[in-house]
């Protein structure tokens, strides 16, 4: 862009003390972008002055920054005298604001990052180990408490796989990953297998008395429709809960 000339600004300060208002930018970054650190290149365009200034007309510019480790949304670099030109005034100066882009596996809460694992039914039964990538492409083995059926909604903390910190990049915040339980959509159950079943989870074939059983109806079409329209107003009325409020348990990698 156009070099500001310290004697040409000293001489507008003086003489007109007024300066173009700031040209604003938002530059996104990626979750990578703020873990890894990036040189940024980006375009934009500005108004110059021409023909002896007495005109003004669109520029493309390009400018640069280095986005370092640690780096969070919100970031601010001014660029003095970089910005809008106009006759008889300071060139104003350029104000980029960094701003976190959408991720597709990642969500960022200051210094850590959560994401979501699914989990078959039966590898959330058996609490298998598993293992999930981390936001720098290292594959991170998480061990779930022995024996413990996986919930859904558990989280497990990564220890030092966030976001590094600002004032320390060498530091990282941790990497919380909550696990959804993926249900089958048959079983094809054998009598036999039902009955493994029941002895695996601790209690015999569950009935209803024959009381129940008289004049009970079958559930139709209809009755699933209302069903799912009731779960649908109780998401809407108390959401999904707060992960916040999960149980936490320490990852073993």
């Known amino acids: 862009g156009k070099e500001c000339d ?15 208002a700031a040209l604003k930018v938002n530059l996104g970054v990626s979750i990578e972008d703020l873990v890894s650190g990036h040189l940024s290149t980006f375009e934009f365009d500005r108004m ?14 390009q400018l640069q920054i280095n986005i370092s480790k640690g780096m969070r949304p919100g970031t601010q670099f001014i660029f003095e005298c970089e910005g809008d030109e106009l006759e008889g005034v300071i060139p104003s100066d350029v104000i980029v604001t960094l701003v976190l882009e959408a991720h597709t596996r ?5 210094d850590d990052l959560a994401t979501v694992l699914h989990l078959p039914l039966h590898r959330a039964l058996s609490a298998s180990p598993c293992s999930v ?20 909604g558990t989280l497990l903390k990564c220890a030092g796989e966030g976001l590094p910190l600002s004032q320390d990049p060498s530091m990282r915040g941790d990497l919380y990953v909550r696990f959804e339980v993926v249900w089958p959509s048959r079983l094809p159950l054998t009598p036999d297998s039902t009955t493994q079943l ?18 009970a109806e079958e559930a139709s079409a209809g009755d699933t429709r209302e069903c799912k329209e009731m779960e649908g107003a109780v998401e809407t009325e108390f959401g999904e809960g707060d992960p916040d409020d999960r149980p936490l348990v320490c990852a073993q990698q």
């Open 6 to 20: 310290p004697f040409e600004v000293y001489h507008q300060v003086i003489f007109t003390g007024r300066k173009h």
């Open 48 to 61: 110059v002055c021409v023909d002896g200034e007495r005109e003004r007309q669109p520029e493309r510019c």
């Open 106 to 110: 990642f969500l960022c809460a200051g």
């Open 133 to 152: 990538l981390g936001v720098d492409g290292k594959t991170l083995r998480l061990q779930p408490p022995q024996g413990v059926p996986i919930q859904p």
């Open 198 to 215: 029941d002895s695996i989870f601790g209690g015999a074939a569950y009935d209803l008395p024959p009381s129940v059983h008289e004049g």
